[in-house]
């Protein structure tokens, strides 16, 4: 009996199953980027490229800006000269940083702001980003 022609059969048996079974088999998964949801702009004038050099939109006005119309549109709330320039100094760019913050924190530093100012800035803050 010549052994050839018997495992031939067998063979082709083994071959159709090894070729059903890839048909049914899925690609692993692709991971996919994070959404990345910014209020800020990062940039690195001396990188050329790279992570660093990469923009997002600012959806909330920056800390000189808000703090300028405020004290234009409200000129009775004195004291609010000088804000901006802590707030930033503190890392502080957008409203939106700040939107959550108490009245009792806009009283301590790096505000330093009285009661009522407080007050105010809080709720205009907060009204701004809302």
């Known amino acids: 009996m010549d052994m050839t022609n018997a495992t031939a059969p067998f063979a082709a ?3 159709g199953m090894a070729l059903g079974f890839a048909s049914m088999m899925h690609a692993p998964p692709v991971a996919q980027a994070p959404t990345v949801l910014s209020t800020a702009t990062v940039a690195n004038s001396s990188n050329s490229g790279g ?3 990469m923009s997002f ?3 909330y006005p920056e800390m000189e800006v808000f703090f300028q119309e405020l004290m234009e549109c409200h000129p009775q709330h004195r004291g609010l000269d000088g804000i ?3 707030l930033v100094a503190k890392d502080f760019l957008c409203i939106d940083e700040i ?3 108490s009245e009792s924190w806009f009283k301590g530093p790096p505000c330093s702001l009285s009661e009522g100012n407080a007050n105010f800035v809080s709720k205009a803050v907060k009204k ?3």
Request: hydrophobic share 65%; aromatic share 0%; proline share 0%.
């Open 99 to 101: 939107a959550g913050m």
């Open 57 to 59: 939109d600012i959806d």
């Open 13 to 15: 048996m083994m071959m």
């Open 128 to 130: 701004a980003v809302n």
């Open 84 to 86: 901006a320039a802590n």
């Open 51 to 53: 992570l660093l050099n």
